[in-house]
């Protein structure tokens, strides 16, 4: 059973670091592009980042771009983003999401906001206020 579980969400100032977690089970996620995505309060789903199954190379929407990071723990079965210099208007339920069948670009995935991502986590509240 394919399941994804984020982690690490939490309350940071302005200009605070925090990271987050996805750990796969059910499948290799190595083999697969996992994206995050975020939903603010009132807001549709926007697209964060990816990270590809075949290179490991990523793609970040130009809002986060030079503050997050994602990165992939291929032992451990994990994709982490680390999010430096938050910013409130980041404070969003952040989830990431995978899809099965490598239907499309990591770009695609995030600029589509997660269209053809067939497998979602629940998801974990950032809220990023002083």
């Known amino acids: 059973q394919v399941q994804l579980v984020e982690s690490g969400g939490g309350l940071v100032q302005p200009g605070g670091s925090l990271r987050l977690s996805c750990v796969a089970s059910?499948?290799?996620?190595?083999?697969?592009?996992i994206g995050w995505f975020r939903q603010a309060p009132g807001k549709e789903r926007e697209g964060v980042s990816c990270?590809?199954?075949?290179?490991?190379?990523?793609y970040y929407a130009d809002s986060v771009k030079g503050r997050f990071t994602s990165s992939r723990d291929n032992a451990k079965n994990t994709v982490y983003l680390q999010m430096n210099s938050l910013k409130p208007e980041d404070t969003a339920v952040y989830y990431c999401?995978?899809?099965?069948?490598?239907?499309?670009?990591?770009?695609?995935?995030?600029?589509?906001?997660?269209?053809?991502?067939?497998?979602w986590g629940k998801g974990a509240l950032v809220t990023v206020s002083s």
């Open positions: 999401a995978t899809d099965s069948q490598w239907a499309y670009s990591c770009s695609d995935y995030v600029r589509e906001a997660g269209h053809g991502m067939d497998y």
């Open positions: 059910g499948f290799t996620l190595n083999f697969y592009a």
């Open positions: 990270i590809s199954g075949s290179d490991g190379s990523t």
